[in-house]
């Protein structure tokens, strides 16, 4: 008896140790902070400015696509971008509303958010999600599907099922203290400043993303 005793104390100070570990190592991906989102209401029908200077020029509204779009921050694909109300200056383009709708592959994605996160398509539209964290010296590969949706401008996954490739009792006893650290808040970067993601979606590849800005510069 008494060993059974002793034995059961030690499995459950192993259990505390190793979710107390868990909790440190895992950390939350992702980062920034909310963005302003613009109202998604049509604006009125832009004007053309009074005070252009020479070599200025005004257009009613832009429309570009690009089957892949790059910059230092990351990449986009099959990208559409509406601008209206653009002044094209000497120092680059102020747009007074500009919608971008564009593909955010996973590895871009992944790349961005950091801590060695794996992002790809599960089923029923969700979004699923792999990480390796160190349990009491273990490797241990975290494994998780999400809902996702555009939440302060931000793209958010909220994890729905949690696996810690171990034994049932072990992903029951962690799930609800790992959930909100494996939850992804991630602004998306290689876009111009001020742009708010609206609205996703998940793809067999990526994410389908919608972004809007207002009064939107982009510098030469």
């Not at 390796?132 to 939440?151: C, I, N, W």
């Not at 799930?175 to 494996?182: A, C, D, Y």
């Not at 998940?202 to 207002?214: E, I, S, T």
């Amino acid at each position: 008896m008494k060993q059974f005793v002793l034995g059961a104390t030690t499995m459950l100070v192993a259990l505390v140790v190793a979710l107390l570990a868990l909790v440190w190592s895992v950390g939350s991906p992702g980062s920034g902070a909310d963005v302003d989102v613009p109202t998604a209401s049509a604006p009125a029908r832009p004007t053309a400015p009074a005070d252009l200077a020479r070599g200025e020029t005004w257009l009613g509204e832009v429309r570009l696509t690009s089957s892949q779009v790059v910059t230092g921050d990351g990449g986009l694909e099959d990208v559409t971008a509406v601008g209206s109300g653009v002044t094209l200056t000497g120092d680059g383009l102020q747009a007074q509303r500009l919608d971008i709708d564009a593909s955010l592959p996973f590895a871009t994605a992944a790349a961005q958010i950091g801590g060695g996160v794996t992002l790809f398509a599960a089923d029923d539209g969700l979004a699923g999600m792999r990480r390796q964290v160190s349990v009491l010296g273990r490797d241990v590969e975290v494994r998780a599907t999400g809902s996702v949706r555009a939440q302060g401008g931000q793209l958010v996954i909220e994890p729905q099922t949690i696996d810690l490739d171990g034994p049932d009792w072990l992903d029951t006893a962690a799930s609800s203290i790992v959930r909100e650290l494996v939850t992804i808040r991630h602004t998306i970067e290689g876009v111009p400043d001020g742009m708010a993601l609206t609205s996703v979606s998940v793809q067999a590849d990526g994410f389908r993303a919608h972004l809007r800005g207002a009064d939107v510069t982009i510098s030469q």
